[in-house]
């Protein structure tokens, strides 16, 4: 590996992990949250779980980094 491919390699994942952590584990961003319901736990999750950050075991997402 030559400077030019390092510094390369470097940018790109650093570009890649500022994607991975601009996602928001919170409700909003979970492949279970649809029509303001939970479909695991069947329920409105509380408000507060919507768009900030939870820890839920549940939370899904589809991988997409936007």
């Given at each position: 590996?030559?400077?030019?491919?390092?510094?390369?390699?470097?940018?790109?994942?650093?570009k890649?992990?500022?994607?991975?952590?601009?996602?928001?584990?919170c409700c909003h961003?979970?492949?279970?949250y649809e029509?303001?319901?939970?479909?695991?736990?069947?329920a409105?999750?509380?408000p507060?779980w919507?768009?900030?950050?939870?820890?839920?075991?549940e939370?899904?997402?589809?991988?997409?980094p936007?």
């Amino acid at each position: 590996m030559n400077l030019i491919q390092l510094t390369t390699t470097k940018e790109a994942l650093r570009k890649s992990l500022r994607e991975y952590e601009s996602i928001t584990p919170c409700c909003h961003s979970c492949l279970n949250y649809e029509r303001h319901q939970c479909r695991v736990y069947k329920a409105a999750p509380p408000p507060e779980w919507v768009n900030q950050p939870v820890d839920c075991p549940e939370w899904d997402h589809d991988s997409v980094p936007f």
